[in-house]
């Protein structure tokens, strides 16, 4: 006899999220069916005696709350380390468009090197860009997985201190080597390395303790 449990799943934030949950759920024995909504952020499940503790555990495991609980914190997990060091590289690769992009503009552009702007307001330019870019490259990702409108409301609130921490690195790795903001084929990698391992164990806090990515 099927017997149906709601389980109240909190972090997921789109159809992706929602997938990830049912997926976990129905992997164990026992669960017949699991009917899940980031909207409500409910799970109804459809099992045959299976224990509400053993699919609790399934949805921690990949990182998202039940009834406000998570799994125990840790830094070993390995999976989740993968995990966000995809969701990292792909918020380098859009901040370093806009980032590199203002920094070549006003090294190779007379009209904008003319302008005397300091380093200071070049780096703040390039760090907006950046961000601007990462945000514009995150919707059109998740545009493939969602609607457009919700994949520019899940890019525009995935963490700024992500991709605030990044810009800075980048952006001091460049000052530090180069004397001033500088593009050269030699610091380009230094700067994407920093702007990488910079905010990565933030964001696998992030995902392990909320579960929060969209990738």
Known sequence: MLESLTLDVG????????NRVKSAL???QGVNSADVSHESGIAIILHQNVSKEIMTSSVQEIGYTVDGESEPFNWTDGPVWRQSAHNTKWCLVGCSIGDFGTIAAFQFIPYLDALGWSTMSIMMLAMFNGIMTSIALETIILSAQMALKEAFRV???????SMI??????NVVDVVLTGGAKLTLWVIIPMLVA???TPWPYNYWRLKKYGV???
Do not use: K, N, P, Y
């Open 11 to 18: 972090g997921m934030t789109c159809d992706v999220c929602s």
């Open 26 to 28: 129905e992997s164990i």
């Open 155 to 161: 890019a525009i609130g995935m963490s700024l201190i």
């Open 165 to 170: 921490s990044m810009e800075a690195a980048m």
């Open 195 to 197: 702007g990488f391992l």
């Open 213 to 215: 990515a969209c990738h």
